[in-house]
């Protein structure tokens, strides 16, 4: 026994000293190229842009500040930024609307407190500035769009036009950003009609690689469908910027087409739960079904967002996109006849386009009006776990458990067309606060591990970042975290490209 772990390690060992490493890191010499490559306009090296540009969404970390920051404007500026790291043994991490809430473009810190000490120096590479849409093929229902292009931005930009009206359907925060979007290939609340960014709304990307060199995803072919080869763009999203830097994509439009929003509130989850399975089994084509429990209703009329307050009970936020006024008017009519079976009260239809805006802003005011459950001070910690539909009102009643024995609050909003499920969790935070409270953990990590034991999933939408790595090995398997391994290897044999993120540092592991 003691022979075979030897052997084992010697072997990890000798693997480990064949493999390339990266140059010890010389800051100086990665500046002085930097500044004879790129104008001043293109290198942030103030710390104020530093400082924010390493400052995430909701953490609670003092800020771990980048070197430099490169604004890239062209895929040529990004391979030049490549050649400096690689040679002067630089990490890279590649940024877009920096919406992401999983740690994914924080430089990873060798202590998590108090003094930040990168261990190696970072360069962000922003794409931000790369924001124009190159080609617009309306026949074809796609746009090439540069990876600073928020979709926010992109339906702007389509909605001037004359002709069929065309979109760009998945909706995660509205500052994310196409190369950012593809990085964690998540989704938003269309999910339910459109899928996600792993569908095929990406369907070609340009990537620059680590050793300098410059792929397209799909060489020349613009087609609706191919299968020729490996699904190489698939390995870059939801890579979080690990494998490759996005410097052009080609995506998917969908027609634009009336749309009605409609509201309704259930007994309880698993009523919902019911309804939501019966519409989708008619065949009806909801493009957004959304669950808000009582919690978070309760904090929607203290935030009197509506003009009436609504019952303090899970409810349900449903758009329907069809061809015609008709069609979404005879769905509804389908829907309200679902929902009394189910147990829910009466449907209420949005009668016009602006009662269309004020219930949808039920749903997005969510995150501030649940702020208001606990008031000055409160923090969030957002979770993302998702689940088969049929396992849904069980985890809601599980959860609801957990959450009661933690003594803290922590309402639902749920993709619930999508099994997805978001508990905030809130706590009124303390001066100088650096972590989160134990209790805040312990639920978190109390909900995953529910979600896994239900055959769900860590992570619907947000991604792994730092946060979540020490779930992949539970939710995935040994075999599958070696193949993702070797991918990196392959990729990025030097580690200098988003270190640390999805996967954990070789030897750090710190498996749940
Ligand atoms: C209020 C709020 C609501 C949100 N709601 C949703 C939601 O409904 N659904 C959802 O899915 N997510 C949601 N998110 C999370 C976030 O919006 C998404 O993960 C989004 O896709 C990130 O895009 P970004 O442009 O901000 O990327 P960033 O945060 O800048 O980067 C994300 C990751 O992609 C990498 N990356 C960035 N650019 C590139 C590139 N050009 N090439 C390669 N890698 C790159 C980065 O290194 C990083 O790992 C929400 C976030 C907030 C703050």
């Known amino acids: 026994m003691a022979h075979s772990a030897a052997h084992e390690r010697l072997a990890a060992l000798s693997s480990h000293l064949a493999r390339p490493t990266a140059p010890p890191p010389d800051w100086p010499g990665a500046l002085a190229a930097l500044e004879a490559t790129f104008p001043a306009h293109q290198l942030s090296l103030d710390l104020a842009t530093r400082q924010q540009h390493g400052q995430s969404w909701g953490s609670l970390l003092p800020p771990a500040p980048p070197a430099a920051v490169l604004h890239a404007l062209a895929t040529s500026d990004v391979v030049a930024v490549v050649r400096i790291a690689t040679r002067f043994g630089i990490v890279l991490i590649p940024t877009g609307g920096r919406t992401a809430l999983e740690g994914q473009f924080t430089p990873t810190r060798q202590a998590a407190s108090g003094e930040v000490v990168l261990p190696r120096p970072t360069i962000h590479v922003s794409l931000s500035r790369m924001n124009r849409v190159l080609e617009l093929h309306a026949q074809d229902f796609q746009a090439v769009v540069q990876p600073g292009v928020g979709w926010a931005s992109l339906n702007a930009y389509l909605a001037e036009r004359d002709g069929v009206k065309l979109f760009f359907p998945v909706d995660p925060a509205p500052g994310s950003e196409f190369g950012g979007m593809a990085g964690v290939a998540g989704s938003g609340t269309n999910a339910v009609g459109y899928g996600t960014l792993r569908a095929e709304w990406i369907q070609g990307m340009t990537v620059v690689l ?70 989708l089994g008619a065949g009806l084509t ?227």
């Open 210 to 279: 680590m050793d300098g060199s410059v792929i397209r995803t799909k060489g020349t072919n613009r087609a609706r469908k191919s299968t020729t080869g490996f699904d190489t763009g698939r390995l870059f999203l939801g890579s979080e910027g690990t494998l490759g830097i996005i410097t052009e994509l080609t995506v998917r439009l969908a027609p634009s087409v009336p749309l009605k929003v409609a509201l309704t509130s259930f007994p309880s989850v698993a009523n919902a739960v019911t309804a939501v399975v019966d519409i």
């Open 286 to 512: 909801p493009t957004s079904l959304e669950l808000l429990d009582g919690t978070s209703i309760r904090g929607l009329n203290l935030s009197k967002i509506l003009p009436d307050e609504l019952p303090e009970e899970p409810t349900v936020l449903m758009r329907f996109s069809n061809p015609s006024d008709e069609v979404n008017r005879a769905s509804l009519e389908t829907v309200a006849k679902i929902v009394e079976r189910a147990g829910g009260r009466e449907l209420r239809v949005a009668k016009n386009e602006q009662e269309n805006d004020e219930l949808w802003k039920a749903r997005k005011s969510q995150y501030w009006s649940q702020q208001l459950l606990i008031g000055a001070g409160c923090r969030t910690l957002i979770t993302d776990v998702c689940v088969p539909i049929s396992r849904l009102a069980e985890f809601v009643a599980r959860s609801e458990v957990l959450v009661q024995r933690s003594g803290l609050v922590a309402p639902i909003v749920a993709h619930i067309g999508d099994g997805n499920v978001h508990r905030a969790i809130l706590w009124k935070g303390a001066e100088g606060e650096t972590e989160r409270p134990k209790e805040v953990e312990h639920l978190a990590k109390a909900l995953v591990k529910l979600a896994l034991e239900l055959e769900g999933t860590c992570a619907g939408e947000h991604g792994i970042g730092l946060t979540k790595r020490k779930y992949l090995r539970a939710e995935l398997g040994e075999g599958t975290v070696a193949l993702m391994r070797t991918v990196k290897r392959a990729l990025d044999p030097l580690n200098l490209l988003n270190p640390g993120k999805v996967l954990f540092p070789e030897g750090e592991e710190e498996w749940v």
